[in-house]
């Protein structure tokens, strides 16, 4: 660009001691040589304005993206806490299975959790609603569909409020609610669900709030082979 004006100058002088053209003349001429590299420079500053805005959105979308990356990893490791207490009861269930020679291989296929939400047990009762027959359909369907000699454990758990004992006896209630709901109306032989109760002993959340309250009352469903 410097070699440009330069050249542009020097045909300007030139011109103009010749006598060949007028000042105007030689204005018109320079100004002519010159607005291309103007129109350039001009063009290369809105790239670069541009280019900054670009960056500054991006950098905003950067520090978004990373908000809702560290909130995925909260619930992802909440996740992996309770999955971790699930985890417990289920190599719990797995070891009395074995223990009993009720499997086939001793292997722990999968855990259905049914928590209050799906089964929606009034306080301190164990009487499915319609909610909770429609999901252990769901459930007594599967089992049939997959077709392998499996073995249920179906574990009862209740949230703090009560005695260890009643608690427990209402855990067990609960378990047996739907042992017989899977075998009276899903079909299931009896022979191979087992119902028991963990009471309060295994809470998934904090009992001293109402949501963690309503996640502790559920039905945990252990299928192995």
């Not at 000042?23 to 018109?28: C, P």
């Not at 990356?69 to 269930?93: G, N, P, V």
Request: charged residues 30%.
């Amino acid at each position: 660009m410097k070699k440009l004006g330069l050249l542009v100058l020097t045909v300007a002088l030139g011109l103009a001691t010749s006598g060949c053209a007028t000042k105007e003349y030689v204005h018109e001429y320079v100004q002519g040589q010159l607005k291309p590299v103007q129109d350039r420079l001009s063009a290369l500053e809105q790239r670069a304005e541009t280019s900054d805005g670009g960056q500054r959105r991006m950098d905003a979308q950067l520090r978004a993206l990373g908000g809702r990356l560290d909130q995925a990893e909260a619930r992802l490791k909440a996740h992996d806490e309770r999955l971790d207490t699930i985890s417990k009861t289920a190599q719990e269930a797995l070891d009395r299975a074995v223990a009993a020679g009720k499997l086939a291989e001793g292997k722990l296929l999968y855990e259905v959790v049914m928590t209050q939400d799906t089964l929606r047990f009034a306080s301190e009762k164990a009487t499915l609603t319609e909610a909770a027959k429609a999901a252990l359909d769901e459930f007594a369907a599967r089992i049939k569909a997959e077709g392998k000699p499996v073995f249920i454990e179906i574990q009862g758990h209740t949230d703090s409020r009560g005695s260890a004992a009643y608690n427990e006896r209402l855990g067990l209630m609960r378990a047996e609610a739907v042992r017989s709901y899977l075998h009276r109306q899903g079909g299931l032989p009896l022979a191979r669900m087992s119902a028991i109760s963990y009471g309060h002993t295994e809470p998934v959340a904090d009992n001293r709030t109402r949501e963690g309250r309503m996640q502790n009352r559920r039905v945990v469903l252990v299928v192995l082979h």
